[in-house]
């Protein structure tokens, strides 16, 4: 079984910090990973993807994340975070060539301060 | 090219109603999956399709069902419907099982 531990509900941040979101996962085999947004009111958009290809992935919007398999973790981060980031973002993780769904963390609202 | 396309966007039913939520893929992907939004379980696989056929299924019970056309879209439906059914309903869409899937905007469901 798979499964996804993102560590803090709630995030804040001030404008122009780092934003750091930490995602855990649990998986028997080599998984693919991913960071999903979403804006209030809206769908799930695809931030970034890890596919076993490069440790260090880089998205949209400046995000970029890096697969660490001894930590199995899959932390995402920004170097300077803008208004316009303020939204809950997932982790998903998909080990099973998509036949069993993708499984999600709970979610992490990224607060903004100005 | 237009993106997932989810309808309606928005209602409200009655309990022991039933429901039924339609999708349209992305133009040229096979693959369609639902899932179920809510503030305590959070995101949930419901079933994914592909050429007309469940490949799987979550933890759901057997109220929760679904199809997939010959062109790609899919419905899903949901019968007897209960007060903890109130979610958010996502589907997303792939070029094939497996494959990067990317989300329509959902539909909120309300049951009262």
């Known amino acids: 079984a798979q499964s996804v531990t993102q560590l803090g509900s709630h995030v804040s941040v001030s404008e122009g910090a780092l934003v750091l979101l930490r995602c855990n996962y649990s998986?028997?085999?080599?998984?693919?990973l991913f960071w999903y947004v979403q804006y209030p009111n809206q769908g799930l958009q695809l931030l970034l993807k890890y596919t076993s290809a490069a440790t260090l992935v880089k998205g949209i919007n400046g995000f970029e994340a890096e697969f660490k398999k001894s930590e199995t973790s899959f932390h995402l981060t920004k170097p300077s975070a803008h208004m316009s980031d303020a939204a809950e973002y997932f982790c998903?993780?998909?080990?099973?060539?998509?036949?069993?769904?993708?499984?999600f963390g709970k979610g992490t609202h990224l607060i903004i301060q100005p | 090219k237009a993106g997932v396309t989810q309808t309606p966007r928005y209602l409200i039913k009655t309990r022991g109603q039933q429901v039924t939520l339609s999708c349209s893929p992305i133009s040229g992907h096979r693959s369609v999956s639902w899932y179920q939004q809510t503030p305590g379980q959070g995101l949930q696989f419901l079933f994914e399709?592909?050429?007309?056929?469940?490949?799987n299924k979550g933890n759901f019970p057997g109220r929760f069902s679904g199809r997939q056309f010959s062109n790609s879209r899919s419905e899903m439906n949901v019968s007897t419907l209960e007060l903890g059914d109130s979610a958010l309903y996502l589907c997303a869409s792939s070029q094939e099982p497996g494959n990067t899937i990317y989300f329509g905007e959902g539909s909120w469901l309300t049951v009262v």
């Open positions: 399709y592909f050429s007309e056929t469940q490949r």
């Open positions: 998903a993780v998909d080990s099973g060539g998509g036949a069993d769904g993708l499984t």
């Open positions: 998986s028997s085999v080599p998984p693919y």
